[in-house]
């Protein structure tokens, strides 16, 4: 999206694996900074079942934000002054947490207030502290210790770990499965297998399994830098053919593999590919 005489000068996205305090539901903590010195550049972020916290400041104010599982792509647009720091949560990590189930948030963004129990200004601490330009260290520690409150107060998972879990373990091994088959992986019933992702995560257990597939495609992607395989990659990740792989691609991204694969080595998408500190 966009056109072609915008210039993105300097926005960077980096991203931290989270403390050993807050792993067990954080994936990563991330930020960008930097600026967009001329109209507007659009950055598509994929879904990966998880749910992001997003702070924000430019010269508009601060803007802070839940942003549920999605199921398609988020064009974002970035202009001007580029100032995000976001918390990804783990499928599954926010329940007990949230006001709502997950499913009434998927493919939302809202005010962080709505999603979140505790009183807004709670997480004010954070986003006063984006709004100052406060290193990316200090933002890691403030949000460690907002999210050791959260969880000290969380209420029961559901299941979520387990359902998660069985999810994942059939995806890694690339194995048909039906609903039943994840249900009694996780010791659960059919009906509450479905009852937990809901919940939970946001996204049927399928669905999971599908974006848990485009992800390992996007890390293949990120790994390789000589001339692409789409054959062999739509075997390394369980597709029934390179056919299936284009189609499930196309559908996530709007783009087929070759293309999203030249815009991305071009760094068209700051958040894969990007710095790992």
Same mark, same amino acid.
């Given at each position: 999206m966009g056109n072609g005489?915008?210039?993105l000068s300097s926005p960077r996205y980096c991203e931290a694996a989270p403390p050993a305090s807050i792993a067990k539901w954080v994936e990563a903590i991330w930020w960008i900074r930097g600026t967009v010195s001329d109209g507007i550049?659009?950055?598509?972020?994929?879904p990966d079942g998880c749910a992001d916290w997003i702070v924000s400041a430019d010269s508009r104010g601060v803007e802070s934000v839940f942003v549920g599982s999605m199921t398609r792509r988020l064009p974002v647009p970035m202009r001007g002054r580029v100032n995000s720091f976001g918390i990804r949560f783990r499928p599954g990590a926010l329940a007990g947490v949230v006001k709502a189930p997950m499913a009434e948030m998927r493919d939302c963004r809202l005010p962080f207030g709505y999603a979140m129990p505790l009183p807004v200004n709670d997480g004010g601490w954070l986003a006063d502290a984006v709004a100052d330009g406060a290193t990316p260290r200090t933002l890691v520690k403030l949000a460690t210790q907002l999210l050791a409150r959260w969880?000290?107060?969380? %209420?029961?998972d559901h299941g979520a770990a387990?359902?998660?879990r069985a999810v994942g373990a059939f995806a890694a091994r690339h194995e048909?499965?039906?609903v039943a088959q994840i249900a009694a992986s996780a010791g659960m019933s059919v009906r509450t297998l479905r009852r937990v992702f809901d919940l939970?995560? %946001?996204v049927s257990p399928k669905f999971f399994a599908r974006v848990l597939r485009l992800?390992?495609?996007?890390?293949v992607m990120e790994a390789e830098r000589a001339a692409m395989d789409w054959a062999d990659v739509a075997g390394r990740a369980g597709f029934a053919d390179q056919a299936h792989l284009v189609r499930e691609f196309r559908e996530f991204t709007g783009r087929t593999p070759t293309a999203y694969?030249?815009?991305l080595k071009n760094g068209r998408f700051l958040q894969y590919g990007a710095s790992r500190v």
């Open positions: 005489t915008t210039h550049h659009w950055h598509d972020v994929l969880h000290g107060l969380r %209420g029961a387990r359902a998660v048909d499965m039906t939970a995560v %946001g992800q390992e495609v996007l890390a694969w030249a815009a």
